[in-house]
């Protein structure tokens, strides 16, 4: 599996941004796919998952600001990111968990997000 993320950029604070994840490969045994992000000298962090089922969770501090989506057709998952604060800036990382005999997983290139206040 193989995950492009696009879409970061620098935005005023209150802006929006959409990133897109394009999966390709073995796609098929994919469970979920989510959104971390990792601020400069921060761990890590889950921001959005999406399951196969199309159930969604968020981190609390990204809730009724972020939206996880995804378009089947096109094996992409979004993140339409809404009243950015300058606290969301991060590289961004798009992540999909697979099943196929044993759980592997995967990350795409980070794209980098800045919001300026």
């Known amino acids: 599996v193989q995950l492009q993320a696009s879409g970061g950029g620098l935005v005023q604070a209150g802006g929006s941004l959409r990133l897109s994840c394009a999966a390709s490969?073995?796609?098929?045994?994919?469970?979920?796919m989510d959104w971390y992000r990792q601020a400069p000298g921060r761990q890590r962090e889950l921001v959005a998952t999406?399951?196969?089922?199309?159930?969604?969770s968020y981190a609390d501090s990204v809730k009724g600001r972020f939206t996880i989506s995804r378009d089947n057709a096109k094996n992409t998952v979004y993140l339409q990111m809404n009243s950015l604060k300058s606290e969301d800036t991060a590289v961004y990382y798009c992540?999909?968990?697979?099943?196929?005999?044993?759980?592997?997983?995967?990350w795409g290139q980070g794209t980098q997000v800045t919001v300026s206040s």
């Open positions: 992540h999909a968990d697979q099943y196929s005999s044993r759980l592997l997983s995967y």
């Open positions: 490969g073995s796609i098929a045994s994919i469970i979920t």
């Open positions: 999406i399951t196969r089922g199309g159930s969604t």
